[in-house]
């Protein structure tokens, strides 16, 4: 079966300070690989999606930056953090399984929070 | 563009009684797929149920039920027999021809026993 996995769970860091949140895959290859952040009591927003190594599509503009090393690494990155990155950062993984079914399955997520 | 509508966002349930969530949605696409995530207050997203806009029957998943109006565009969920475990969040979301998902603002539902 296929699993998961991010961490940090919780993150503290002031501005300014670099950022690196990890994910990775198990029991699955070539997933598509997703970021979203969601704030307190909103929605999701989509700010990174993969579909092979190498490619990364951005869909916000921000100080964030997204990278794949390998086929089931995802990392979220900043150089420079602020305030308004504070958030629930939820990485996702999907696979076609049926005509346009790529339901997705996300990791426990990390709370970040910029001081 | 898609777009997802979400209206109501909290809900009461009593326990064994079930609930319904209305979602909305808009696109131009011929062909997409509908989805129901559950957030519980841990965080996690899970997967619930899913539609796709060539399915001529509605979705099941134990519990779980969607109505969907095609013409209508709506792609209620309905959860009957509602437990205390059912309070969460939920997400209403869809697909196109692409890998992402677009996500409604989410419904909180609060089950009373």
């Known amino acids: 079966s296929q699993t998961i996995h991010q961490w940090p769970a919780t993150l503290v860091q002031p501005v300014g300070s670099p950022l690196s949140l990890e994910c990775t895959v198990e029991g699955t290859s070539n997933p598509n690989l997703y970021w979203y952040r969601q704030a307190a009591g909103r929605g999701l927003q989509l700010l990174f999606y993969?579909?092979?190594?190498?490619?990364i599509s951005s869909e916000v503009p921000q100080n964030l930056s997204a990278s794949r090393p390998q086929d089931r690494q995802f990392i979220l990155s900043s150089k420079k953090l602020l305030l308004s990155d504070s958030g629930f950062y939820l990485c996702a993984w999907s696979s076609l399984t049926g005509f346009l079914r790529y339901e997705q399955y996300f990791g426990p997520g990390t709370r970040l929070t910029v001081t | 563009a898609q777009k997802i509508t979400q209206t109501q966002p909290g809900m009461f349930v009593q326990e064994k009684e079930a609930v319904t969530l209305d979602c909305t949605y808009d696109?131009?696409?011929?062909?997409?797929?509908l989805f129901w995530y559950k957030q519980p207050s841990s965080g996690e997203m899970i997967f619930l149920i899913y539609?796709?806009?060539?399915?001529?029957q509605n979705a099941t998943e134990g519990r779980y039920s969607l109505n969907f109006q095609k013409a209508r565009k709506s792609a209620n969920l309905v959860i009957s027999a509602s437990q205390l475990g059912d309070s969460a969040m939920y997400f209403c979301?869809?697909?196109?021809?692409?890998?992402?998902?677009?996500f409604g603002a989410g419904t909180t539902v609060t089950v009373r026993a």
């Open positions: 539609q796709g806009s060539y399915d001529q």
């Open positions: 696109t131009s696409d011929p062909s997409y797929g």
């Open positions: 979301a869809m697909s196109s021809n692409d890998y992402k998902l677009s």
């Open positions: 993969s579909v092979g190594i190498g490619q």
